[in-house]
């Protein structure tokens, strides 16, 4: 969840840190910290809480920084609030260490490190480990021996980028489970967390693996295994495709510009996948048929990406007649049964790194399955770890609140679903291009739909207004996961208390809730939910809850007899399309929401864009 960046070069390390930094900021960050090598071979540490721009502030306010190894880290608490002394980088005046993820044993490390001498300046995990390396260091005299050593003692998850004062232009890297890279550029090389820190256009890297050490020197890398073996060095990937421009294009927040993507999002997604006016995944390397045969297919995946599961595992079932199911990744591991070697898994992440959904793949693989990534990030420790990796072209994603992914997603998913029932026979050519000509037309029918969003910033003001505390979000079928999905996004980005229930479930206790007044938000976008939706509404209604409805069309008007309000999506009903354009409606209705709050929407406190510890 950390942003983690160090270079060794000709250029100056610290200007080269603080821009990939920058460029890792939206990861989540609540202090920050760098850690450089000076002229004189001594380590020098700034570092503080707050956002990366007050250790510019700093780091400007200190006089002359130049260096030319530095290593620096955006931190997003886990252990200890986020205070100057729990910002990374830890250590001592032999070794500085910066870390993503979690050791669990820290408290058993802290206590030896307290009988060993160490003295603590923060009620870090990291300072453990870091005296650890220090203490292996100290006795062994060999960076490679003391990143051994300590990585055989500590359990849990961690990336580490280390630097020792005695090797002034080198960088150290090591990691389990926590994903980390090292970026090869013609001036010098880094470590980064996360392929965004390496910049535009073509960006070559090294993945580095389980348990692998790393040496990274302006001219080279060097990589050692976890064992005694030898060092070796490794062929040079490439991500070719440019990094999309991070800058809001205009709009006040990422969230909004993002959401505006959409339309784009869906077109680079869907159309290479669509020939002929049918479904067509062999560029991907999907077999089919094996996922035809596959007795059971799970979806897991964590947050909005397992909402998009959800929706995913709906279509397998409707459309292709699968046993799809979808689990909470964090969950998947205690879930009985487990899949065995007939099945499939398909984790679905925007990131590719979601530390939770990596475990659950890693489970699905030790018992045999199949496994499918379905990501937004070519490379990725998740689409790297699975069998076959199938990505959405949704490009970078700042904001926290997962927007433009979640609606590409869940298309690319109903596509899969097309394709699997066509070749399972279920449906005909004639349908499949029906549906993806449904798919080919949503990005036109989103455009539509942004040019009302006045529409709905009037909404949002009324919600503001009358709004007096717990909120309702019901929905039928799928529009329930819509419901869940966004009634998640009023969470998160507009801090209202909400939740979602099927509209069934409600008067199964729930009900009791509603007195006159209560805000419930109803999803109504799948027309054979329709009658049962309106009685739902008419129940919550009869009880003086204000009922503000998102449907897809309202022929009748019934929708609107029974609300306060009712936003329309849709000028003609899409079935198969429709829950995404009202999921879409529902976004920007908390984006407006969130606005009318003065919220900070693009990076809502306590959350982090890559969750990378479990």
């Given at each position: 969840?950390?942003g983690i960046?160090?270079y060794t070069?000709?250029?100056?390390?610290?200007r080269?840190v603080?821009?990939?930094?920058?460029?890792?900021?939206?990861?989540?960050?609540?202090?920050?910290?760098?850690?450089r090598?000076?002229?004189?071979?001594?380590?020098?540490?700034?570092?503080?809480?707050?956002?990366l721009?007050?250790?510019?502030?700093?780091?400007?306010?200190?006089?002359?920084?130049?260096?030319?190894?530095?290593?620096?880290?955006?931190?997003?608490?886990?252990h200890?609030?986020?205070?100057?002394?729990?910002?990374?980088p830890?250590?001592?005046?032999?070794v500085?260490?910066?870390?993503?993820?979690?050791?669990?044993n820290?408290?058993?490390?802290?206590?030896?490190?307290?009988?060993?001498?160490?003295?603590?300046?923060s009620?870090?995990?990291?300072?453990a480990?870091?005296?650890?390396?220090?203490?292996?260091?100290?006795?062994?005299?060999?960076p490679?021996?003391?990143?051994?050593h300590?990585?055989?003692?500590?359990r849990g998850s961690?990336?580490?980028?280390?630097?020792?004062?005695?090797?002034?232009?080198?960088?150290?890297?090591?990691?389990h489970?926590?994903?980390?890279?090292?970026g090869?550029?013609r001036?010098?090389?880094?470590?980064a967390?996360d392929?965004?820190?390496?910049?535009?256009?073509?960006?070559r890297y090294?993945?580095?693996?389980?348990?692998?050490?790393?040496?990274v020197?302006?001219?080279?890398?060097?990589?050692?295994?976890?064992?005694?073996g030898?060092p070796?060095?490794?062929?040079v990937?490439?991500?070719?495709?440019?990094?999309a421009p991070?800058?809001?294009?205009?709009?006040?927040?990422?969230?909004?510009?993002?959401?505006?993507?959409e339309?784009?999002a869906?077109?680079?997604?869907?159309?290479?996948?669509?020939?002929?006016g049918?479904?067509?995944?062999?560029?991907?390397?999907?077999?089919?048929?094996?996922?035809l045969?596959?007795?059971?297919?799970w979806?897991?995946?964590?947050?909005?990406?397992c909402?998009?599961a959800?929706?995913?595992a709906?279509?397998?079932?409707r459309?292709?007649?699968?046993?799809?199911?979808?689990?909470?990744?964090?969950e998947?591991?205690?879930?009985?049964p487990?899949?065995?070697?007939?099945?499939?898994?398909?984790a679905?992440?925007?990131?590719?790194?979601?530390a939770?959904?990596?475990?659950?793949?890693r489970?699905?693989?030790?018992?045999?399955?199949?496994?499918?990534?379905?990501?937004?990030?070519?490379?990725?420790?998740?689409?790297?770890?699975?069998?076959?990796?199938?990505c959405?072209?949704a490009?970078?994603?700042?904001?926290?609140?997962?927007?433009?992914?979640?609606v590409?997603?869940v298309?690319?998913l109903r596509?899969?679903?097309?394709?699997?029932?066509?070749?399972?026979?279920?449906?005909g050519?004639?349908e499949?291009?029906?549906?993806?000509?449904?798919?080919?037309?949503l990005?036109?029918?989103?455009?539509?739909?942004f040019?009302?969003?006045?529409?709905?910033?009037?909404?949002?003001?009324?919600?503001?207004?009358?709004?007096?505390?717990?909120?309702?979000?019901?929905?039928?079928?799928e529009?329930?996961?819509?419901a869940a999905?966004?009634a998640?996004?009023l969470?998160?980005?507009?801090?209202?208390?909400s939740?979602?229930?099927p509209a069934?479930?409600?008067?199964?206790?729930?009900?009791?809730?509603?007195?006159?007044?209560?805000?419930?938000?109803?999803?109504?976008?799948?027309?054979?939910q329709?009658?049962?939706?309106?009685?739902?509404?008419?129940?919550?209604?009869?009880?003086?809850?204000s009922?503000?409805?998102?449907?897809?069309c309202?022929?009748?008007?019934?929708?609107?007899?029974?609300?306060e309000?009712?936003?329309?999506?849709?000028?003609?009903?899409?079935?198969?399309?429709?829950?995404?354009?009202?999921?879409a409606?529902?976004?920007?209705?908390?984006?407006?929401?969130?606005r009318?709050?003065?919220?900070?929407?693009?990076?809502?406190?306590?959350?982090?864009?890559s969750?990378?510890?479990?």
């Open positions: 969840m950390c960046f160090g070069g000709a250029q100056n390390a610290v080269e603080i821009a990939g930094l920058r460029a890792l900021e939206y990861r989540g960050s609540d202090s920050a910290g760098v850690a090598i000076s002229p004189e071979g001594a380590l020098i540490v700034q570092k503080c809480a707050g956002r721009d007050a250790l510019e502030q700093a780091l400007a306010a200190g006089g002359d920084v130049s260096s030319r190894c530095a290593l620096g880290h955006t931190r997003w608490a886990t200890g609030a986020p205070t100057d002394a729990n910002a990374h830890h250590g001592t005046p032999r500085q260490i910066v870390h993503n993820g979690i050791i669990e820290s408290a058993a490390l802290r206590r030896r490190c307290l009988a060993d001498g160490y003295v603590f300046a009620e870090t995990d990291t300072e480990a870091a005296f650890v390396i220090d203490r292996y260091y100290r006795i062994l005299g060999d490679i021996l003391a990143l051994r300590a990585a055989a003692e500590l961690y990336a580490f980028g280390v630097l020792f004062a005695d090797f002034p232009d080198r960088l150290f890297a090591l990691r489970e926590s994903p980390l890279l090292i090869r550029r001036e010098g090389n880094c470590v967390s392929l965004a820190a390496l910049g535009e256009g073509e960006r090294h993945p580095l693996e389980q348990g692998e050490i790393a040496c020197t302006p001219d080279d890398v060097l990589f050692y295994p976890p064992d005694d030898a070796y060095h490794k062929d990937l490439v991500a070719a495709e440019t990094a991070i800058d809001k294009g205009g709009y006040p927040h990422h969230m909004r510009k993002e959401i505006a993507d339309p784009q869906l077109r680079d997604t869907l159309f290479p996948r669509i020939r002929d049918l479904p067509d995944f062999s560029a991907d390397g999907l077999d089919l048929d094996r996922l045969a596959s007795p059971r297919v979806f897991v995946a964590c947050g909005t990406a909402h998009a959800r929706l995913g709906s279509s397998f079932a459309l292709a007649g699968i046993d799809a199911r979808a689990e909470v990744a964090s998947f591991r205690s879930a009985c487990m899949p065995d070697a007939r099945d499939t898994v398909i679905v992440s925007q990131s590719g790194e979601t939770d959904t990596l475990a659950a793949l489970a699905a693989r030790e018992s045999g399955a199949r496994t499918v990534a379905v990501v937004n990030t070519k490379g990725s420790a998740i689409a790297r770890a699975a069998d076959c990796a199938v959405t072209e490009g970078v994603e700042v904001a926290v609140p997962g927007t433009k992914t979640f590409a997603q298309a690319l596509l899969l679903a097309c394709a699997l029932g066509r070749r399972a026979g279920r449906i050519d004639d499949a291009a029906r549906l993806c000509r449904e798919l080919s037309e990005p036109d029918r989103l455009t539509r739909l040019d009302r969003e006045e529409e709905i910033v009037a909404l949002s003001r009324r919600f503001h207004r009358t709004c007096s505390g717990f909120t309702f979000f019901i929905g039928r079928g529009d329930s996961i819509i999905e966004s998640l996004k969470k998160e980005i507009a801090y209202v208390p939740e979602s229930y069934g479930e409600l008067k199964h206790g729930s009900i009791a809730l509603i007195e006159r007044g209560t805000p419930v938000v109803a999803v109504c976008s799948v027309p054979s329709r009658e049962k939706m309106l009685s739902s509404l008419r129940e919550v209604a009869s009880r003086g809850a009922v503000l409805t998102f449907a897809a309202d022929p009748d008007g019934a929708l609107r007899a029974a609300s309000a009712v936003f329309c999506a849709a000028d003609d009903p899409a079935p198969l399309t429709d829950p995404l354009l009202v999921a409606a529902l976004q920007l209705f908390a984006y407006h929401v969130a009318q709050k003065e919220c900070e929407i693009d990076r809502p406190r306590n959350l982090a864009k969750v990378t510890v479990e």
